[in-house]
């Protein structure tokens, strides 16, 4: 038991000082941390310097003049912190160009002096409002020209536009009362009435089950990830261990099936490592929106379960693979079978993301292979799987197949770590499994 | 007492058979030389030996054990390549093989710096083992091998590829353990390194055991019928004289085998040529070798 021990740590230790593994943990909490620090920091460093647009207009609307209004409406109101009044959104300055100025010129120049007036600072953008915009002709817009087309001033721009332009379609007729007949109806998702504990009845809870399906798919993409890291690495490492012939060493000190096991035991600690500073990562992010709630703690208790049971399951048949190949190239052939196992529960994922609770989604995440992907999700989704024994049934499937996976990978290991040349073929490593 | 003890072990590999039957006592305390050509087995032989592979037939104990998990903590196995973790650094790397024989850290650490000191290697202690020169990682891995103190050491050709000056302060690493006890089975294709090193040559050919005995011993056994000479420039060949029945050419001399009176031999080619050099001398071992297993070779002797 001390040499897988001191297999698994020294392998922990390689793990964990590899340039991969670091960046893995640096780039979480710069994830999860960039998510809380990066919006404001982002907000405070917004450019809030005034955006002057010139409209053009030529619908014979007059939208001009209300275009500006509603600016100097926004200018006053709507760009300034609340609390502290503190500016965070640029004032728009709308200018109507000098009539004198556009005087004798054909559009394409005017539009062109404009162009011009964007490209030399002087203008942010300017906007041309085509004839035929009130009389809703089916041809007829507005085209807004800058140096850059994306942000909020076309959005508000556009928004102003329509709405100018419909009170101009409907003046003299009485446009709010006729918005207000037409406003849509919300439908909010709740969840369903309860009787408390306290006897009353409890509705008009709102719906979290959307957060709560994201967390259970954001924990399963977690596992799938852990065990992806882990296992292609344990293969990898086996694969080079041969190469340069230091198995030959270990096996001169340690039993093959103790060298297996410490090397599987090592990914266990580094796809924990990772999980459980993902997972607190992600907890801190919850927690800093008021959401921690949706991470139960018993749910994290099964993630970890899944967690060791899936990097045994799969870092066993990865590790094989990796004893039974010479070299890379081999090892992608028999790589391929694996890989589809390993891939099943992403196919099926969507389906037990929409009905969690189906006949299929139960099977599925019964299946071994996808059972840690699965049923976590389902977990996490309320109301879980509708039979408590579900989970376990689940876990114990997923143990049992480990430990059988782990026993005929100590076959192949044993055999094939010795072996060099042509990779065997896949009924090679089942005769290696049952007849070595 | 007997440090290793093979009794009639048989390996095959589907109808190959790798080791036939093979029965051999190396006694505590002996340097043994295992040679043979490539193939004939003796990785095999050393793997049993080591437990990496399982007989087929046959027992194997080692230094008194037949459970021969047990005795690995107390092997020390440098194999034919050169095996270590190219991204572990010097250091690490002792330690970790070092932990791998049941050694505790604080017992380890002295004994790597006495070792590194001793291959001035010390300012590499910390260095990563892919920064090494060949001779240093070489060196690394002879400390790897021996850091537990070993009661048996098996070497596969510990000295190639090395300059003259690191395969002296290896064999003399070599010999002072023989000196303090420790069983050495030294694996190598190095005859004359074999001829200096080893008590008891073992030879495996084909499977089967061809040679085991101390040197002198073996030498008797292929008799003096060996003749080494050097003659003058423009000797006539010396090929095709009666009894004449190999010659092999080492450039500053000639070693010659030759059935019949060695006086009639020197008295015939002082008429040919101008003899510089004639020694009746035993065989080499590398002359044994390329009886046994070249291609002149007759059947498999088993001895």
Same mark, same amino acid.
């Given at each position: 038991?001390?040499?897988?021990?001191?297999?698994?740590?020294?392998?922990?230790v390689?793990?964990?000082?590899?340039?991969?593994?670091?960046?893995?943990?640096?780039?979480?909490?710069?994830?999860m941390?960039?998510?809380?620090?990066l919006?404001?920091? &982002?907000?405070?460093?917004?450019?809030?310097?005034?955006?002057?647009?010139?409209?053009v207009?030529?619908?014979?609307?007059?939208?001009?003049?209300?275009?500006?209004?509603?600016?100097?409406?926004?200018? %006053?109101?709507?760009?300034? =912190?609340?609390?502290?009044?503190?500016?965070?959104?640029?004032?728009?300055?709308? =200018?109507?160009?000098?009539?004198?100025?556009? %005087?004798?010129?054909?559009?394409?120049?005017?539009?062109?002096?404009?162009?011009?007036?964007?490209?030399?600072?002087?203008?942010?953008?300017?906007?041309?409002?085509?004839?035929?915009?009130?009389?809703?002709s089916?041809?007829a817009?507005?085209?807004?020209? %800058?140096?850059?087309?994306?942000?909020?001033?076309?959005?508000?721009?556009?928004?102003?536009?329509?709405e100018?332009?419909?009170?101009?379609?409907?003046?003299?007729e009485?446009?709010?009362?006729?918005k207000?007949?037409?406003?849509? +109806?919300?439908i909010?998702?709740?969840?369903?009435?309860?009787?408390? =504990? =306290?006897?009353?009845?409890?509705?008009?809870?709102?719906?979290?089950?959307?957060?709560?399906?994201?967390v259970?798919?954001g924990?399963?993409?977690?596992?799938?990830?852990?065990i992806?890291?882990?296992a292609?690495?344990?293969?990898?490492?086996?694969?080079?261990?041969?190469?340069?012939?230091?198995s030959?060493?270990?096996l001169?000190?340690?039993p093959?099936?103790?060298?297996?096991?410490?090397?599987?035991?090592?990914s +266990?600690?580094v796809?924990?490592?990772?999980?459980?500073?993902?997972?607190?990562?992600g907890?801190?992010?919850?927690?800093?929106?008021?959401?921690?709630?949706?991470?139960?703690?018993?749910?994290?208790?099964?993630?970890?379960?899944?967690?060791?049971a899936?990097?045994?399951?799969?870092?066993s &048949?990865?590790?094989?693979?990796?004893?039974?190949?010479?070299? &890379?190239?081999?090892?992608?052939?028999?790589?391929?079978?694996?890989?589809?196992?390993?891939?099943?529960?992403?196919?099926?994922?969507p389906?037990?993301?929409?009905?969690?609770?189906?006949?299929?989604a139960?099977?599925?995440?019964l299946?071994?292979?996808?059972?840690?992907?699965?049923m976590?999700?389902?977990?996490?989704?309320?109301?879980?799987?509708?039979?408590?024994?579900?989970?376990?049934?689940?876990?114990?499937?997923?143990?049992?197949?480990?430990?059988?996976?782990?026993?005929?990978?100590?076959?192949?290991?044993r055999?094939g770590?010795?072996?060099?040349?042509q %990779?065997?073929?896949?009924?090679?490593?089942?005769k290696?499994?049952?007849k070595? | 007492?007997?440090?290793?003890?093979?009794?009639?072990?048989?390996?095959?590999?589907g109808?190959?058979?790798?080791?036939?039957?093979?029965s051999?006592?190396?006694?505590e305390?002996?340097?043994?030389?295992?040679?043979?050509?490539?193939?004939?087995?003796?990785?095999?032989?050393?793997r049993?030996?080591?437990?990496?592979?399982?007989?087929?037939?046959?027992?194997?104990?080692?230094?008194?054990?037949?459970?021969?998990?047990?005795a690995?903590?107390?092997?020390?196995?440098l194999?034919?390549?050169?095996?270590?973790?190219?991204?572990?650094?010097?250091?690490?790397a002792?330690?970790?093989f070092?932990?791998?024989?049941?050694?505790r850290?604080?017992?380890?650490?002295?004994?790597?710096?006495?070792?590194?000191?001793?291959?001035d290697?010390?300012?590499?202690?910390?260095?990563?083992?892919?920064?090494?020169?060949?001779?240093?990682?070489?060196?690394?891995?002879?400390?790897?091998?021996v850091?537990?103190?070993?009661?048996?050491?098996i070497l596969?050709?510990?000295?190639?590829?090395?300059?003259?000056?690191?395969?002296?302060?290896?064999?003399?690493?070599?010999?002072?353990?023989?000196?303090?006890?420790?069983?050495?089975?030294f694996?190598?294709?190095?005859?004359?390194?074999?001829?200096?090193?080893?008590?008891v040559?073992?030879?495996?050919?084909?499977?089967?055991?061809?040679?085991?005995a101390?040197?002198?011993?073996?030498?008797?056994q292929?008799?003096e019928?060996?003749?080494?000479?050097?003659?003058?420039?423009?000797?006539p060949?010396?090929e095709?004289?009666?009894?004449?029945?190999?010659?092999?050419?080492?450039?500053?001399?000639?070693?010659?085998?030759?059935?019949?009176?060695?006086?009639?031999?020197?008295?015939?080619?002082?008429?040919?040529?101008?003899?510089?050099?004639f020694?009746?001398?035993?065989p080499?071992?590398?002359d044994?070798?390329?009886?046994?297993?070249?291609?002149?070779?007759?059947e498999?002797?088993r001895?």
């Open positions: 038991m001390s040499k897988i021990w001191t297999v698994a740590v020294a392998e922990y390689l793990a964990v000082k590899t340039k991969a593994f670091v960046i893995s943990v640096i780039l979480m909490p710069i994830m941390g960039g998510m809380i620090a919006k404001p920091l &982002l907000e405070n460093n917004r450019d809030i310097s005034d955006q002057k647009i010139a409209v207009d030529r619908s014979g609307a007059e939208l001009v003049a209300s275009l500006a209004a509603a600016a100097e409406k926004r200018n %006053a109101e709507a760009i300034r =912190e609340k609390s502290s009044g503190e500016q965070i959104h640029p004032r728009y300055l709308v =200018e109507t160009p000098d009539a004198a100025a556009l %005087a004798g010129k054909s559009d394409p120049e005017i539009q062109l002096a404009l162009a011009d007036r964007v490209r030399n600072g002087e203008l942010h953008a300017y906007l041309w409002i085509e004839q035929g915009v009130l009389e809703a089916p041809t817009k507005a085209s807004f020209h %800058a140096r850059s087309t994306s942000g909020d001033l076309r959005q508000w721009l556009g928004a102003q536009l329509t100018n332009v419909q009170r101009k379609r409907f003046e003299g009485e446009l709010d009362a006729l207000k007949k037409l406003a849509p +109806v919300a909010v998702p709740q969840e369903l009435a309860v009787r408390t =504990e =306290e006897g009353t009845i409890q509705v008009g809870v709102v719906d979290t089950k959307g957060m709560q399906t994201g259970g798919v924990l399963g993409m977690l596992l799938f990830m852990l992806m890291s882990g292609p690495r344990q293969l990898n490492c086996v694969v080079e261990e041969k190469m340069n012939r230091v030959e060493v270990l001169g000190s340690v093959p099936f103790d060298l297996m096991m410490g090397k599987l035991i090592s +266990v600690g796809s924990l490592t990772l999980g459980v500073l993902y997972v607190a990562g907890y801190g992010v919850l927690n800093h929106f008021d959401l921690g709630a949706l991470l139960d703690p018993q749910l994290f208790i099964w993630f970890t379960l899944y967690t060791i899936g990097v045994f399951l799969f870092g &048949l990865f590790t094989a693979i990796g004893a039974a190949c010479s070299d &890379l190239n081999d090892a992608q052939s028999l790589i391929t079978p694996v890989m589809l196992v390993v891939m099943l529960p992403m196919f099926v994922w389906q037990v993301i929409e009905e969690p609770n189906s006949s299929f139960m099977i599925a995440s299946v071994p292979f996808a059972t840690p992907m699965l976590v999700t389902r977990q996490a989704i309320p109301p879980g799987p509708l039979n408590a024994w579900e989970p376990y049934v689940g876990l114990g499937l997923c143990v049992a197949m480990a430990i059988f996976c782990v026993f005929a990978a100590g076959r192949i290991f055999v770590l010795l072996s060099h040349g %990779a065997p073929k896949l009924t090679q490593l089942v290696w499994v049952f070595s | 007492m007997v440090a290793i003890r093979i009794a009639g072990v048989t390996k095959r590999f109808t190959h058979v790798a080791v036939n039957n093979l051999l006592s190396v006694p305390g002996a340097v043994y030389g295992f040679i043979g050509p490539n193939g004939s087995g003796k990785t095999t032989t050393l049993m030996i080591l437990n990496i592979l399982v007989p087929d037939q046959g027992e194997i104990e080692v230094l008194g054990r037949k459970d021969l998990r047990a690995k903590d107390e092997i020390g196995y194999p034919e390549e050169r095996s270590l973790y190219k991204k572990m650094k010097v250091r690490q002792l330690r970790y070092g932990a791998l024989k049941g050694m850290r604080r017992d380890l650490d002295p004994r790597i710096d006495a070792w590194l000191e001793r291959f290697l010390v300012k590499w202690a910390d260095k990563k083992i892919e920064t090494l020169s060949k001779g240093m990682s070489q060196k690394v891995q002879f400390i790897a091998t850091v537990a103190e070993p009661r048996l050491v596969d050709e510990p000295f190639s590829g090395l300059d003259p000056v690191n395969a002296d302060v290896l064999r003399e690493a070599v010999l002072e353990l023989h000196r303090k006890g420790s069983t050495v089975v694996s190598t294709h190095d005859m004359e390194m074999a001829e200096k090193l080893c008590d040559i073992f030879m495996i050919f084909r499977g089967n055991k061809v040679l085991d101390p040197l002198d011993a073996i030498q008797k292929y008799g019928d060996t003749i080494r000479l050097r003659l003058g420039a423009g000797a060949a010396i095709g004289l009666p009894g004449v029945r190999g010659v092999r050419d080492y450039g500053n001399y000639k070693e010659v085998r030759y059935a019949g009176d060695p006086q009639a031999l020197l008295q015939l080619l002082a008429t040919r040529a101008s003899v510089q050099h020694e009746i001398a035993r080499s071992l590398h044994i070798f390329v009886r046994i297993a070249g291609p002149e070779a007759a498999v002797k001895v």
